[in-house]
């Protein structure tokens, strides 16, 4: 146990996650950091445990065959006096949603670039997310090791496509075969990478670039370009401003190779150095506005994620509770504030790298997990008082709607269940019309559907089939009361609800959309709902 004050226990917290297009080496550089923080003894660990979880757990095949992966989890470990927690983000593009949710309890992201590709689609919209949370971001240049793109172009291309100022710390020599190392910026020293024909432990230890052992590592022309290089973009980007980087102006650029664990011990340190503790959440408390401190005395804290059966002998869900203020310590119970349930959390798990142990006590910025059976939901506060909410997390209109139909109609109570479980973890959206006995399904892409028929057939034995739905919109719906149920009157046929029982128009087309929100000025059509 601590016995600093919840203040200081949060001040040597770093919550980030890493955000990248798919291949660009997000499971490489999190095995890196890993192992730079400390938390494996060798690389190829992650990967293995991966694949231990995932022999147990059948449903994850499909991110075993596709090479993705599905479910974001968090990892912990201690270095140099801090308490890192890497939120595992998951990359393909169908899981968004519980990306942007994984977004919200982080305090800091690294962007990870190929060095060949520079900004990727996916790069880009989840840079945006986090912009949108004012989330600051640190830049690795993935794969230097490869051919790369001029790293002139790659700053470039920051600044004009993500509007942020990009503050090189390091500057490459070179890339793929002639990549040499880098070039320290800050204290004018080269870090020489070792060629992959070397042993492979260890890249040589810095040199001062003014030094004569520079040649050992560096032919005359190299050097040349690398200290033109080096001058030129001191000369054009601005200086490093930790300020403006906390504001989300400004982001400081690593380069390295993850899989030759090159730049990866830079990228920890500053991120130790310069990312930054969790701070005061915007919330509610007893219906006022405030900002819960790190350092307050009650525990508070919200979930951002649940999953299910991480381990299918207890058929338990986890839920993900980000800790905001207060210490907190194993027993201890915690109010629900929208149902006012108690409950006391006897077993909380935190995330080692290691593997999953009780955790004694957590604090502001740490993530721990609650096992209980549905009573926990994403988007939810606790707190001691129960008093504490902070704002919700988004739900958003689902893409694709479709049916679903129990195979063995003798198991259709099963089935609402089941999906009922699903739609409560937020994996996939679930509407009931007010006509009619189906179950519409929506998700934001269509791989979600496949995880879900995978799910329901290993954990709940249910064979389903989906087929197209004659919906291609949900909208929820605000406005005053006599607005709504005019509304709702006259187009019963196309209404449902959803998992919390509030109104769901279904449209079919987006054109259908439209053309109520003309008629019906007075009733809002949601995109996004923030559970109350
Ligand atoms: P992701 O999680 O972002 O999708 O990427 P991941 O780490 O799985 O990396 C994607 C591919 O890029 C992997 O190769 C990985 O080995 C490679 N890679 C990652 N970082 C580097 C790097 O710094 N340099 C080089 N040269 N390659 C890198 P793969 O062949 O697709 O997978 P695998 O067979 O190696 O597992």
């Not at 190829?44 to 974001?72: C, F, L, P, Y």
């Not at 690795?140 to 470039?156: T, V, Y």
Request: include cysteine; proline fraction near 6%.
């Amino acid at each position: 146990m601590s016995s600093n004050s919840p203040a200081a226990e949060a001040a040597r917290r770093r919550t980030f996650a890493i955000i990248s297009h798919p291949d660009a080496g997000k499971t490489t550089l999190t095995e890196n950091l890993l192992l730079a923080g400390g938390a494996i003894r060798a690389a190829g660990q992650v990967r293995a445990r991966g694949e231990n979880r995932r022999t147990r757990s059948d449903w994850m095949k499909i991110e075993r065959e596709r090479g993705i992966s599905v479910s974001a989890s968090v990892m912990t470990f201690d270095h140099d006096g801090l308490m890192f927690n890497l939120l595992d983000t998951p990359g393909h593009e169908d899981f968004s949603e519980d990306t942007y949710r994984t977004l919200t309890a982080a305090d800091a992201a690294v962007m990870v670039l190929d060095a060949a590709k520079g900004i990727e689609p996916q790069t880009l919209k989840l840079f945006e997310v986090c912009r949108l949370r004012d989330i600051p971001i640190v830049t690795f240049i993935n794969k230097m090791d490869r051919e790369a793109q001029d790293p002139f172009a790659l700053l470039d291309e920051i600044a004009s496509k993500l509007a942020l100022d990009p503050a090189p710390l390091y500057w490459p020599a070179g890339s793929g075969g002639r990549f040499k190392g880098m070039l320290d910026l800050r204290r004018n020293r080269f870090l020489p990478f070792a060629k992959p024909s070397a042993d492979g432990h260890g890249h040589p230890g810095p040199v001062a670039f003014q030094s004569n052992a520079i040649v050992t590592h560096l032919d005359p022309d190299e050097q040349g370009e690398l200290e033109e290089g080096a001058m030129l973009v001191q000369e054009a980007a601005k200086p490093f401003d930790p300020q403006s980087f906390l504001e989300g102006h400004m982001t400081p650029v690593f380069f390295g190779s993850a899989l030759r664990h090159f730049g990866v011990d830079q990228l920890l340190e500053g991120l130790g150095a310069y990312a930054p503790p969790p701070k005061a959440v915007a919330a509610a408390r007893g219906g006022e506005g405030t900002h819960i401190a790190p350092g307050e005395k009650e525990v508070t804290g919200f979930v951002f994620k649940v999953q299910a059966n991480m381990d299918p002998n207890h058929r338990d869900r986890i839920a993900f509770l980000k800790l905001c203020s207060g210490r907190f310590t194993r027993g201890m119970k915690l109010k629900v504030q929208n149902t006012g349930r108690q409950l006391s959390v006897n077993a909380p798990v935190m995330f080692f790298a290691s593997d999953r142990e009780l955790a004694e006590d957590a604090f502001a910025g740490d993530v721990i997990g609650i096992p209980n059976h549905g009573v926990l939901r994403v988007g939810d506060s606790l707190s001691e008082t129960g008093t504490v909410r902070f704002a919700g997390l988004p739900n958003f209109a689902p893409e694709i709607l479709q049916r679903v139909r129990v195979k063995d109609p003798l198991k259709a109570k099963h089935l609402k269940k089941a999906l009922e479980g699903l739609a409560e973890e937020g994996v996939t959206q679930l509407f009931r019309p007010q006509m009619g006995a189906d179950f519409i399904v929506g998700a934001v892409g269509q791989l979600q559907f496949e995880v879900m028929a995978d799910r329901l057939a290993n954990e709940y034995a249910l064979e389903v089939i989906f087929e197209p739905s004659p919906y291609a919109e949900a909208r929820w719906l605000g406005g005053e009361k006599a607005d709504l149920e005019d509304f709702m009157g006259k187009h019963r046929s196309a209404m449902a609800t959803d998992i919390d029982e509030q109104p769901v128009f279904l449209a079919k087309s987006a054109w259908e959309i439209g053309y109520v929100s003309e008629r019906y000025p007075k009733v809002r059509f949601e995109r996004t709902k923030e559970r109350a």
